[in-house]
């Protein structure tokens, strides 16, 4: 059983930047498909990024191309999300999830039903 936990989130003024921290508190081992996913009220959970932690691969949202970067620290089984340039558009409550790296590499890192687990996520309020 792994279980997710994020924190790192926040009110920011638009243009300014976070960054989101998602520690497993036991070993990630076959679960190679890391991802961060957010939701904002009425709207569906939308795949941000993704990483396929053995491969060193990373997927981005179009929405997100070039402001957002997703890392991990193997050592502390950490991964990150590095928001910047922030938009009130960010604004949402951001998950992160894990699964098989299968996941990642078959392209399917967006949709949310692939993940088995997930943490209980993290508020992000970005203000114009």
């Known amino acids: 059983q792994v279980q997710l936990v994020e924190s790192g989130g926040g009110s920011v003024q638009a243009g300014g930047s976070l960054r989101l921290s998602c520690a497993a508190s036991?070993?990630?081992?076959?679960?190679?498909?890391m991802g961060w996913f957010r939701q904002a009220p009425g709207k569906e959970r939308e795949g941000v990024a993704a990483?396929?932690?053995?491969?060193?691969?990373?997927y981005y949202a179009d929405s997100v191309k070039g402001r957002f970067t997703i890392s991990r620290d193997n050592i502390k089984n950490t991964v990150y999300l590095q928001m910047s340039s922030l938009k009130p558009e960010d604004t949402a409550t951001y998950y992160c999830a894990a699964d098989s790296g299968l996941k990642c590499s078959s392209g399917r890192w967006y949709r949310e039903h692939e993940y088995a687990y997930w943490g209980q996520g993290t508020q992000v309020t970005v203000s114009a």
């Open positions: 036991t070993s990630t081992y076959g679960r190679n498909c």
């Open positions: 990483m396929h932690t053995s491969l060193s691969l990373q």
